[in-house]
């Protein structure tokens, strides 16, 4: 895994065409929509939902291109209704996904909140991840370095992190491999595609 948070090696895995963009991509980048009973456009990120799936990569631009140029109706090949705030509906999707998958890696003991803790991790190397909040203090966050050869994840905020590790909020967290690791970076990935606009540095809301 690598500093912003992309999985490694998942070149062969099931690949998905962005009707938005008309790349071919491994789909664990793109976001899953499905057709409801009423016509309407509902977010699959679990890609359970029946029905033939409509692929998005996971990027703010390429859901807006997709919503404004009307290309659900034109994939699904029928009219469709596009909810209102369906790109800030899939941005909460995600991060509760995430959020949730956290939670579940701490009560296996697999992740760990607090800035002495995540310093005893990163130091004995038992950390993969290293997750920050992203409107956690700058200086702070330079004190801890992102695990040789793991990710880092800057663009989660503290109440979501929090929330996680059942806190008001947290700024920095660990998270050792495997079990859910993988998961978690694949979701963040995901989730930073719909945050992050210029290199690693998160979207403000309303911008």
């Known amino acids: 895994m690598g500093r912003g948070g992309q999985p490694k090696d998942r070149t062969n895995g ?3 065409k962005c009707i938005a963009t008309g790349e071919v991509r491994p789909k664990h980048g793109l976001i899953r929509f499905a057709i ?3 016509g309407q456009v509902v977010p699959d990120i679990l890609e359970k939902l029946p029905g033939r799936g409509i692929w998005v990569s996971s990027t703010r631009q390429a859901l807006e291109t997709a919503v404004k140029k009307g290309l659900f109706s034109r994939s699904a090949k029928q009219s469709v209704t596009v909810p209102d705030g369906l790109v800030e509906q899939v941005e909460a999707m995600l991060a509760r996904r995430v959020v949730e998958l956290l ?3 701490r009560k296996g003991g697999q992740a760990v ?6 310093k005893d991790w990163l130091a004995k190397e038992e950390a ?5 909040a992203s409107d956690g203090s700058a200086r702070g966050k330079t004190k801890l370095s992102t695990p040789y050869g ?4 800057g663009w989660i905020t503290a109440d979501e992190l929090g929330q996680a590790f059942g806190r008001e909020t947290s700024i920095h967290a660990a998270l050792a491999a495997g079990g859910l690791c993988e998961r978690v970076v694949e ?8 945050r992050v606009t210029d290199g690693d540095r998160p979207r403000r809301k309303g911008s």
């Open 14 to 16: 099931p690949e998905r």
């Open 36 to 38: 409801g009973p009423e």
């Open 103 to 105: 939670s579940l890696a």
């Open 113 to 118: 909140a607090g800035y002495e803790k995540v």
């Open 128 to 132: 993969e991840v290293l997750i920050q």
């Open 150 to 153: 793991g990710s880092w994840i």
């Open 187 to 194: 979701e963040a990935a995901r989730l930073k595609g719909l």
